[in-house]
């Protein structure tokens, strides 16, 4: 996650994912870490000791990190943090993680993508804090269970929530206006989405309807989660692809159709261009979520937020949290002083100062109440929309290590659809059959 891209960034693929992978099993044998000890038994609060922290950020949340790291420091002066963004950018984090298990130079806390969680826990080198978690004072059921399922592999948890997010309309006041289509509604389906797609678009000024990422990246992927969710259907049938059902083919099938008949639908190469494009009046409405805002914000464009369109009333949507992931050097005053700080640095006082500080939405339910979130609201309106949508992530993307190049192979047919090169039946069960033996292997 980066200030200026930070949700184009935060949902795109990591290049190479795949190599990635194996990179990440060959240097723990794809074991298990082993949670017969706890990485901070023996713990001894007082002792000096040095953490690293990769915050994974850059620009105003990079100085935000140090200043917080700064502010913990003096209040535990037998702690010293050295802080780091860990890469040039966020989306290196998980190489550069991987050379250092190789190497035995990894932090003891980074922040990680989601979609990586499987990866790392397969590592063998993240701490367990499931029973850490499980105290009542650190307050774990005030984070969504999305976020929660995300950091919980196999019934370990490798790390706490950095931010929360979810997917929901933006779309284009003016834009409707002009069309005389009114606009979209919490109780919208997808075919009130299609119409007004249709509505909207406008061939001769090159204006859009909505638009859809077909990189084939998880940017690509995520977007069609909730559509499946909506029908019913599911990712995975323990580790066996399920996406390939009815309920898959259907939700492709409607954007199949927006694309490919009604041509009402910008397709976008790189992930990069659809955000910009609506920003400058050429889409009417795009699937998008509370990272957009900034951007928005800066273009000074009117908008309005709804909840995604739904199918027979179901409206769920799809959540990306990204990680504090914390790693186990054998060290348990190093193990010990990384949960403190993230517990810290996650709670609900010191979260409004992060997350809400940087445009996020709240870690934490009881956040709500703060002046701190009464501010976000009022600079980022369509905050609050964001927030109440957090009831409709009802579920998480799988967490097996396998998830990453499974999605690619769903990305891939998605893209493959929407540009009319496949039909979604056929597209989704060679995705499903490339992602047998990954998903088999995790």
């Not at 870490?33 to 953490?51: C, L």
Request: contains cysteine.
């Amino acid at each position: 996650m980066t200030i200026p891209t930070r949700g184009i960034r935060r949902t795109r693929l990591l290049a190479g994912a795949a190599g990635v992978a194996l990179l990440l099993g060959a240097c723990s044998g794809g074991s298990k870490a082993d949670d017969t000890k706890d990485a901070a038994e023996g713990y001894d609060p007082a002792a000096q000791v040095t953490i690293t922290w990769w915050t994974g950020q850059t620009t105003e949340a990079e100085v935000a990190a140090e200043q917080l790291a700064a502010e913990y420091t003096k209040a535990h002066p037998n702690v010293t943090i050295k802080t780091s963004t860990g890469a040039s950018t966020t989306d290196d984090l998980l190489t550069k993680l991987s050379a250092g298990f190789t190497g035995g130079s990894y932090p003891d806390i980074s922040y990680a993508y989601g979609s990586w969680a499987g990866e790392l826990a397969t590592s063998g080198k993240t701490q367990n804090l499931a029973k850490y978690v499980a105290d009542p004072a650190f307050g774990w059921q005030e984070i969504p269970e999305a976020a929660r399922t995300t950091a919980t592999y196999d019934g370990r948890v490798i790390g706490v929530p950095a931010l929360v997010d979810n997917l929901a309309l933006i779309y284009n006041p003016k834009l409707f206006d002009d069309a005389k289509v009114p606009y979209p509604t919490d109780q919208w389906s997808w075919d009130d989405y299609r119409a007004a797609a249709k509505k909207l678009t406008n061939a001769a000024q090159n204006q859009y309807g909505t638009a859809y990422s077909v990189s084939g990246s998880e940017d690509t992927t995520w977007h069609l989660w909730p559509m499946l969710w909506q029908r019913g259907g599911k990712i995975l049938d323990g580790k066996k692809p399920a996406f390939n059902s009815d309920a898959g083919v259907g939700a492709l099938e409607q954007l199949r159709a927006m694309a490919v008949d009604d041509k009402s639908m910008y397709l976008d190469q790189t992930d990069e261009k659809y955000v910009p494009l609506f920003a400058d009046g050429h889409i009417g409405m795009i699937m998008s979520g509370p990272w957009t805002l900034l951007d928005l914000k800066e273009a000074g464009i009117e908008y309005g937020v709804a909840q995604l369109p739904g199918y027979n009333g179901d409206h769920q949507t799809v959540s990306g949290p990204d990680l504090w992931v914390l790693f186990d050097h054998a060290d348990a005053n190093r193990a010990g002083a990384s949960r403190d700080f993230i517990k810290w640095l996650t709670s609900k006082e010191t979260d409004a100062k992060w997350n809400l500080a940087i445009g996020n939405l709240p870690l934490r339910s009881s956040e709500q109440g703060t002046p701190e979130f009464a501010s976000y609201v009022k600079e980022y309106p369509g905050g609050q929309k964001f927030f109440d949508n957090l009831v409709n992530a009802k579920q998480a993307r799988p967490t097996l290590a396998g998830y990453e190049e499974m999605s690619r192979n769903v990305g891939d047919a998605i893209a493959k659809v929407l540009q009319g090169a496949a039909k979604p039946k056929e597209a989704l069960d060679d995705a499903a059959k490339k992602s047998v033996g990954v998903l088999e292997d995790s």
